[in-house]
């Protein structure tokens, strides 16, 4: 019996998971407009010390916004930052971001500017 009930935990588990609600629109509209800024960008993403081109560092971030949003809901897009954008899931390590001759910097602080800056040209509207 007790292994039944395991059974049947896991499956409302899996299913509730699998069923997790959508993103908001209007948050994916957020996230999908930092990750087209970084990709049409000249910038360069390092992760796990390799640098990668913006279309590359963009395919990568958008493989880790499905891996979430088939386990629960962003609520906004700084958390897609903090949860996806701004470290590696294997190692730990914070992403960066280099643009041209300027300075390296961390790319949570480099898509929270371009979060700002999306949000000011839409009247500071925020999900």
């Known amino acids: 019996m007790a292994r ?3 059974f049947f935990m896991a499956l409302a588990t899996a299913c509730g998971i699998a069923f997790a609600d959508p993103t908001p629109a209007p948050v994916r509209a957020e996230i999908d ?3 087209n800024r970084l990709e049409t960008s000249s ?6 010390g390799t640098w990668h081109d913006s279309a590359k560092a963009k395919a990568h971030l958008l493989d880790k916004l499905a891996y979430i949003e088939k386990r629960g809901t962003l609520q ?4 897609f930052i903090e949860l996806a954008a701004s470290r ?3 190692s730990g390590r914070a ?3 280099r643009c041209g001759g300027a300075a390296t910097v961390q790319s ?3 898509l929270g500017d371009q979060l700002k800056s999306i949000r000011g040209a839409s009247g500071g509207a925020r999900p």
């Open 95 to 97: 992403y960066q971001v």
């Open 33 to 35: 407009a930092m990750l």
């Open 108 to 110: 949570q602080q480099w």
């Open 43 to 48: 910038c360069q993403f390092q992760r796990n």
């Open 88 to 90: 590696s899931s294997l």
């Open 76 to 79: 906004n897009a700084e958390q």
């Open 4 to 6: 039944w009930s395991a």
